[in-house]
């Protein structure tokens, strides 16, 4: 039998018992990287599906459709309306009043959706158009976003500018070159998040491709979230629910996740057209309009 003296036996007493204290500590590790699992897709009733969103009073999505050129004043675009399983349940939804709509966002019971040259207001329990806020020379008004005191965001692609309907007011509120071309728009409580599209060459092509930007309210400085680095053409910005975002790259067809230092990881190839999603962090559900293909695509977080 070992004998050990006073001295080794409290040296292996406290060996043991930190042994014992580390076996059971959890270990650190880095975040893992988002992933997701095909769900349902719909591809019944849309036309270029450009924006999705999230109706939460009536648990329901609501689906921009361009049909057509998405700057032509054609009279031709619509919004439908699909149930949270992939079922389209009004094609049609609003059908009057609209050319090629894109972005949306809910502020109470009105939808402001974004059409080429205007920022249109819908009364959602009348379903009707009910004012429309004309944009002087603007050219591609593209995502939509709100902030907590209902001020509405509305980006330009063409001119570098973003505008606000504040205080009644249907304004530019923003216009500069360092936008590099403003698409994805998410409202947050200090800043504006903005992904943009990059400096374009021939019609959508570009020499750069984009990245993504914060805006701070009250100086409107621009600063890149990360190095700056391009990234894609990026179209929606969605929260993932916690600092980070989900950003598409239409040409590419691609989806990107930011942590909130910038940091970006790849997390899907699709086709080109991945449009304006919107991520249901409590469903842990993402929706995806893709463009191209006349379809709205459900993926599950794993």
């Not at 959508?204 to 190095?227: C, E, M, Q, R, W």
Request: net charge positive.
């Amino acid at each position: 039998m070992l004998k050990l003296n006073p001295l080794t036996h409290t040296l292996f007493a406290v060996i043991v018992y930190h042994s014992s204290a580390l076996a059971e500590s959890p270990v650190k590790s880095e975040p893992s990287t988002p992933s997701f699992s095909p769900g349902w897709t719909l591809s019944q009733g849309l036309k270029q599906p450009e924006s999705v969103i999230y109706d939460v009073t009536r648990s329901r999505l609501i689906v921009s459709n361009v049909q057509g050129k998405p700057t032509h004043k054609d009279g031709k675009g619509y919004l439908s309306t699909v149930s949270l399983d992939g079922k389209l349940l009004k094609e049609k939804w609003i059908a009057k009043g609209l050319n090629a709509p894109k972005g949306m966002a809910i502020v109470g019971d009105t939808l402001y959706v974004s059409d080429i040259d205007a920022l249109v207001a819908i009364d959602i329990n009348k379903a009707q158009v009910i004012k429309r806020y004309e944009a002087k020379n603007a050219r591609f008004l593209n995502d939509v976003t709100a902030d907590k005191a209902g001020n509405i965001y509305v980006s330009d692609l063409l001119t570098d500018t973003i505008h606000c309907l504040c205080n009644s007011q249907f304004k530019i509120w923003l216009q500069n070159a360092a936008l590099i071309n403003p698409n994805g728009l998410l409202a947050e409580e200090k800043r504006l998040v903005v992904g943009s599209w990059g400096v374009m060459t021939d019609g959508f092509n570009t020499k750069t491709p984009g990245h993504l930007l914060a805006v701070d309210y009250a100086s409107k400085k621009i600063t890149p979230i990360g190095d700056g680095k391009p990234v894609g053409n990026l179209d929606g910005v969605e929260s993932d629910g916690a600092s980070g975002y989900y950003v598409t790259d239409w040409m590419a067809g691609k989806l990107f996740h930011f942590d909130a230092t910038g940091k970006v990881q790849l997390l899907m190839s699709l086709k080109q057209g991945s449009a304006d999603h919107a991520y249901l962090n409590d469903k842990k559900i993402l929706l995806i309009p893709m463009m191209n293909d006349n379809q709205l695509r459900a993926f599950k977080k794993n």
